[in-house]
């Protein structure tokens, strides 16, 4: 063999190598683990219900004073509330078949519905309030079913969520201040 051949060779090689090594990464599994999927989901969550809060209510509603929010949005011919179009989009993404479920609860609850009813979920909403900025992770079984449950933190993030919280008769807490957490977001993703 002269050095041209052994060039060639070698370079063969290292090109068989590296195509293998290619292949051996593509056959790996690229899955994501349930807690990366969970601050994913919230991600994309929180920052919908941010938009919605601040340039959709809070703009129209408080600002401009266009059109109201309404509880009875469809009769009143007015805009849903926050956590109206949170849950309608928790029950239509179930309807299209998620695997996962979403929710909004709160220690001081407008709507008793939307109190915490279990351990795991009393103890995510104190550990989320107690720790701000910090999410709250739990191995949760509910039935025959084994739960990644996890709990972040659900922020009044404009004027409006602490004006309508405050105001309306049904609120156990009246002194919610901007940027105070008022609830949680509460993930399940089946193990
Ligand atoms: C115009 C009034 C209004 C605005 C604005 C509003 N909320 Fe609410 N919020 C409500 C009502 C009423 C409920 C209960 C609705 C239901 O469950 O059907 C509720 C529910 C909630 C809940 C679940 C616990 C509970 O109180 O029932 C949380 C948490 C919450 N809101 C936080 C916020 C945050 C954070 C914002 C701003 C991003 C906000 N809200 C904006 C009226 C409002």
Redesign the pocket.
């Known amino acids: 063999m002269n050095i041209k051949t052994i060039n060639y060779f070698t370079a063969s090689i290292i090109l068989v190598l590296a195509l293998s090594g290619c292949e051996n990464k593509q056959e790996q599994p690229a899955g994501v683990s349930f807690k990366t999927m969970a601050d994913a989901l919230y991600a994309v969550m929180k920052a919908d ?2 938009v919605y ?1 601040r340039d959709v ?1 809070n703009r129209l ?1 408080n600002q401009e004073k266009a059109i109201k ?1 309404s ?1 009875h949005w469809k009769d009143d011919k007015a805009l849903p ?4 179009i949170f ?1 309608l989009g928790a029950e239509q993404a179930a309807e299209d078949g998620a695997t996962f479920s979403y929710g ?3 220690e ?4 008793k ?2 109190a915490p009813t279990n351990d795991i979920e009393k103890q995510g909403l104190k550990f989320i309030s107690a720790n701000p900025g910090q999410h709250f992770y739990a191995d949760e079984k509910l039935g025959e079913r084994q739960y990644f449950t996890a709990i972040y933190p ?5 004027d ?2 602490i004006e ?2 405050n105001d ?1 008769k049904d609120s156990p807490k009246t002194d919610f201040e901007t940027g105070d957490i ?2 949680g977001v509460v993930i399940r993703i089946p193990m």
């Open positions: 219900r941010t809060a209510i509603v929010a509880e509330l926050p956590a109206q849950r909004l609860l709160s001081w609850p407008i709507n519905k939307n659900d922020v009044a993030v404009t409006a969520c309508c919280h309306h008022m609830g």
